[in-house]
């Protein structure tokens, strides 16, 4: 007896979310830009999973304007990959030049500016064969303003930690943007429904692991700006703390 898509449906429902493979603290300080993956599904429970937690993400008033339209192996998947793939590889191509990624420590094949180059060329020469595409999408309610992200960024950021929880991964680009046009007539997205950004996810090729930032006292202020408090003190073993582009010279500065 062949299994209809509603039995199914309600097999899933009747199963728990997956257990967690990290706790809360290590997740959020361990969930890197996943950008290599293995070629292999995520499973329907796996996906579930991740959405569910990025649908438990805070918004405006609570609206929940958020929508995420999930792109796997179907024929406008397809499509939608080749149109964003195309758009990822003139992108990085533009900013791998723009951004010196061929000079200085970019030629040194041990930094971590050359690592970082080699990773994003090979996930955009790739990105047809990402497991899962997912266009997070703001159904607008009012005129654009300035904050409208923080109704849909945040779930963005619940989805990637829930990948991470689960021994997935993910990376958040704007590729999307110059063939929006394109995407929006494939799928069907309504124009007045911003598509606030392209995530990849899959199974890393490869492993997560303490993330590239500043050390918190050049980052948290107390009182006054440019004013760091006695407590922000990185914890004994963090690493990696030299990140970003070099610092802009003060104003007047010779």
């Not at 963005?156 to 999307?176: H, I, K, S, V």
Request: net charge positive.
């Amino acid at each position: 007896m062949t299994k209809t898509t509603e039995d199914a449906a309600a097999e899933l429902g009747a199963v728990a979310l997956p257990r967690d493979t990290v706790g809360m603290l290590e997740g959020l300080t361990t969930t890197r830009a996943i950008r290599r993956y293995l070629d292999e599904p995520v499973p329907r429970d796996v996906l579930r999973a991740m959405l569910f937690a990025a649908t438990r993400g805070p918004s405006g008033s609570n609206r929940q304007p958020f929508r995420f339209l999930v792109l796997t192996d179907g024929p406008k998947a397809v499509v939608a990959k080749k149109r964003i793939g195309e758009s990822a590889r003139r992108f990085w191509s533009a900013k791998r030049e723009a951004d010196g990624y061929v000079t200085g420590s970019g030629t040194r094949d041990d930094s971590p500016k050359s690592r970082m180059a080699r990773t994003m060329q090979q996930y955009v020469d790739g990105f047809e064969r990402v497991p899962v595409l997912i266009l997070p999408c703001l159904l607008r309610y009012r005129e654009p303003t300035p904050m409208e992200g923080a109704s849909i960024y945040p779930a963005c950021q619940n989805l990637l930690l829930a990948a991470r929880a689960l021994g997935y991964g993910g990376a958040f680009t704007g590729f999307q943007v110059p063939v929006e046009t394109e995407l929006r007539a494939l799928l069907g997205i309504p124009d007045e429904v911003f598509v606030a950004g392209t995530i990849t996810v899959g199974r890393p090729a490869g492993r997560h692991g303490p993330v590239r930032r500043r050390p918190l006292a050049e980052l948290v202020y107390q009182e006054s700006w440019g004013a760091a408090p006695d407590w922000a003190v990185d914890p004994p073993g963090t690493r990696f703390t030299a990140a970003g582009p070099p610092k802009a010279p003060r104003r007047g500065a010779s």
